[in-house]
Structures are given as structure tokens and as C-alpha cells.
């Protein structure tokens, strides 16, 4: 009897560590809804989601689902949370407690800030990430919820190196050391994790003499050795410098959970559907045997980067940043892999079931006029204000003929663009069809109706015009 209770005991606290987690980020001109994305996280027993914003509407959604939410504040808040408590106990009742209640949200995490010590970044966050987690986890604490949810910082990779010594040689980025002492101190002093996000494709992209084979797990790498220990791919490396930082750093026993991995589909020369296959039927496999790392034995949680793809991503880090998506914007898998590593490498994600598109509609270049003047500057401009990023670097879209990109430039746009009759001009050079534009495997989109909002306002106009032909009637009729 004792031992079945400690057994189902077991069971329960493994199972609830265990299960895979992804990056849900929302910066395309169409997103689909949160039930919907509620819906496709359990079909694929996807079991976490992380968030880069605490939208209280959106994170409702996952209140009674089982899925657990890490919550995101965008860096842009961190002043004002460092400069004022009183502003981190507000986020915290606005963003978080409303949320904890029997039947509500599953929240752990509160990621503060994402990234906020990139060198891109200058500096600009140094002064106010450490006092706006130290607010938020007080406000957290004083909220009574400090002993379930805890504070934390997605850090890149890139907050510490090995000073090419191998693993052994990690520290923390000498402009930074002190801080991140301050900080994974605070975390070790608070139980609360350390979060890092590590992209292999990256290393890749931007080395030009990263051996390839050791961003992924196929065993074909020249293996890397460090004193008594062989590595032989580069997210192992990586977590282990981690671990070495952090035990330099004093802090040898925080928690390491990977915030963001993966490999996009488009937009660089790495960046292909069969790179992204590769590399996560390798990780899913390395990850069902629950190992870690060869210094950090303990099971790691991941959250995959990303769900979906994002056609209003920056493009200033490659035109890759907006073709993280194991789906595309719409839901649909773009690859066979299995989730679990343990199955056939055929089987293909489950899709999102009832998305709602808008009407069959495309925008199309029309070639039937004499002066094509204009042409390269509506390119530019459908570029510039759409997405043209597919039309590069040897994806499907990138072998069509000339007309048909400027056609699926137009289109990229006009959909963005809610399907905007205004939107398809382009000065006379545009047309709308709706016959399926698509050519071969380039898919030529049809943008999500994300009209939720809207149907609210609709079913009013609706009722306010029925009351209006009803009493018109009765004046008729009397
Ligand atoms: C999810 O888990 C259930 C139960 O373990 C299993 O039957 C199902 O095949 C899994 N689905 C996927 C997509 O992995
Ligand atoms: C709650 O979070 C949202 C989204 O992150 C943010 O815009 C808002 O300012 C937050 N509320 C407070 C009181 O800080
Ligand atoms: C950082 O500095 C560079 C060079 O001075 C500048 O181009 C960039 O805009 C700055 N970035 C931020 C976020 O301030
Ligand atoms: C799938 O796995 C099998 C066996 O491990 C391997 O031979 C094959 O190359 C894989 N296929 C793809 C498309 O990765
Ligand atoms: C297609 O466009 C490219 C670049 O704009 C140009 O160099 C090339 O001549 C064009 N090809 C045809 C067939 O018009
Ligand atoms: C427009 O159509 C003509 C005739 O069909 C064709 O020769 C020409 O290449 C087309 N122009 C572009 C830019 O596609
Ligand atoms: C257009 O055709 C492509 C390729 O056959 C298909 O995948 C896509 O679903 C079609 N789009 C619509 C809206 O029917």
C-alpha cells in the first residue's frame, strides 16, 4: 500500500517536470487564436508554453487546460519596474494573481525581460533588469505565491564564453560579470531557475568555420575534448560552459532550463526545411533519454523556438527570424518529427483544427500594361511593408520566375493587409484573383481571419439592423 502511494507520488511530481515546452510568440499581422493554439498544444502533448508578453485576454485562455504558462514582460518595462516597487506590485495583480485562483492558469515562471544583456542591446538594460526581478519576485512573495512561482531573466547564450578554452573555460562576459553574479545569486538564494536560450543554427549562420555536424545530433562531429570529457554537439558544450560559469560565479547548483531552441526553415543558407528536420528529429532523440549534459546529470526542460512562424519579426538578426516555426502562420506542420524521439521520424505534428481564413482572394501582378516603370519601386514597397523574406536563399518561393515574385510580394502584402482592396494597386500593375495563386511548393497565403474582436461588433450592428427592418414592418403594418 505504502509503496503503490509512493509510486503514484512519483509518478505525479516526475510527470509534472516532465513534457516539452514552446516559445509562443505573437509579432505576425495575423495571429490565430488562443484557443486554437490551446487545441494544437494538446494534440501534440506539448505541455508548456512561454510567452513574451502577459496579455491578460490571451493567457485566460490556458486557465483549466493543463498546459503550464511561463509569463514574459518585455524589456521595454524594465525601467519602470527597477524604478518603483509599487509598479512591480501592480504588474503582478494586473498580470498574475488574477489569474491564480481553482481553475485558473498554471503559472511558474515570470520571465523579466527576454535577453536583456545582448550586445546588440548596448548596455541599455544593465542598470534595471537585477532591481526589476528583485521587485517582481518581492511583489510575487508578498502576493503569498512566492513559494510556486518564481522570478527569472532569459538570458542568450551569449552572457557568457569559454574564451575558446573548451566548457571548462566558461565565465560570465567580462562588461556583465558582476551583475550576472548579482542576479544567479539572487536566483540560487530564491530556488528560481536560470533560463538561457542556445541556438546551434546560429553558431552556424554566423561562423563561417563552425563545423556543421556539431550543431546537431547525428554523432558525425569531430568530437571536441575538454580534460576527461568528449563532446560531441554543440548544445552540450554550450550548457556545460554554462555550468562552469555558474559554479565560478558561485551559484554551481541553480537550476538551468533551456528557454528557446530550434531551427528555422527560410531566410539563410542554413535555413532549410531539411536542416530544421535534421536538427530536431537529433534533439528530440537526445532529449528522450532525459541525460542532460555530461555536468549537469539532472533533467533539462526546453522550450522549443517557435511554435509558429512571425511575418512582423525584426529582420535586422536575418531574414531567418520570421521562419522559426515548426508550423507555419496558419497551424499547418512544415515536417515530419516526432515530438517524443521515440517514434518514426515520418510522423507528422498535428495541425491546428478549425483556423479560420479570410475569403479566396489573392493579389497578383498583372502584366497587362505597357509601363512597367513602377515595378521595381512596388516591389520595394511590397517588400518593405510585407514580407519578402521567403525570396531568398533557395526555399521553394525563391526558384519562381520573376513575375510570380513580384506576385507573391503583392500578395504577402495584401494579406497582411486584411485582403485591403486599396492594398492591390500598386499603380495599376496589381490585380485580385481567387483562383489559387500558388505556384509549385511556394505557397501563396491566405491570411487568418482574426476577426474575434470584430464579431462582437458585428452581431450588434446585426441585432441594432433587425430591430430596425422589425419596427419598419410594424410602421407598414399599421
Ligand atoms: C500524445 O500522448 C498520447 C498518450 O500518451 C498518445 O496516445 C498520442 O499518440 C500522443 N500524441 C502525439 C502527437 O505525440
Ligand atoms: C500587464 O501586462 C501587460 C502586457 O504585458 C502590460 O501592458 C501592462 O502594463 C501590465 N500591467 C501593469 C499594471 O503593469
Ligand atoms: C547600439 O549601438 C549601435 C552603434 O552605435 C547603434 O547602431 C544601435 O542602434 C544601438 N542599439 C541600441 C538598442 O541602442
Ligand atoms: C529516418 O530515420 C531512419 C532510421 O533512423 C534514417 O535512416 C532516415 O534517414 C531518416 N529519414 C529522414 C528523412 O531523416
Ligand atoms: C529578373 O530579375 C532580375 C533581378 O531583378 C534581373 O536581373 C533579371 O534580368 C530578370 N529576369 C528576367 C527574365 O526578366
Ligand atoms: C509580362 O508578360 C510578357 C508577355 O507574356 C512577358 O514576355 C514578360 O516577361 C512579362 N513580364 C514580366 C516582368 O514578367
Ligand atoms: C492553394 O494551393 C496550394 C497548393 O496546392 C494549397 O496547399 C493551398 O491550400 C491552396 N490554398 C487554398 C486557399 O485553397
Known sequence: MKRAWVWVWVVVVVGVAEGLGVNWGNQAAQNLHPRNIVQMLKDNNISKVKLFDSDA??????????????LGIPNLHLASL????????????????RHIHEGGVDIKYVAVGNEPFLKAYNGSNLQTTYPALWNIQKAINEAGLGDKIKATIPQNADVYDSGNKGPSGGDFRSDIRATMKQIVQFLRDNNAPFVVNIYPFLSLSLNPDFPIEFAFFSGGAQPVQDGPITYTNMLEANLDTLVWSLRRAGSGNVPIIVGEIGWPTDGDKYATVDLAKKFYDGFFKKISTSKGTPLYKDEIE???????????????????????????????????????????????????????YLERKWCVYANNSETTDQLSASMEYACTNGDCTALKYGGPCSKLDNSSKISYAYNMLFQMMYQDVETCDFGGLAKIVTRNATVGNCLFPISLNTDWAWRVGTDVTSTFLLALLVSLLLLLDS
Request: hydrophobic share 35%.
Open 302 to 356: 526546453y522550450y522549443l523556438f517557435g511554435l509558429t512562424d512571425e511575418n512582423m519579426k525584426s529582420i535586422a538578426p536575418g531574414d531567418f527570424e520570421r521562419h522559426w516555426g515548426i508550423f507555419r502562420y496558419d497551424g499547418q506542420p512544415k515536417f515530419p518529427t516526432d515530438f517524443t524521439g521515440k517514434g518514426s521520424n515520418k510522423t507528422m505534428p498535428v495541425a491546428a483544427k478549425n483556423v479560420k
Open 57 to 70: 485576454w490571451v493567457v485566460k485562455h490556458f486557465a483549466g487546460t493543463g498546459i503550464e504558462v511561463m
Open 82 to 97: 527597477a524604478d518603483r516597487y509599487k509598479h512591480a506590485k501592480e504588474w503582478v495583480k494586473a498580470n498574475l494573481t
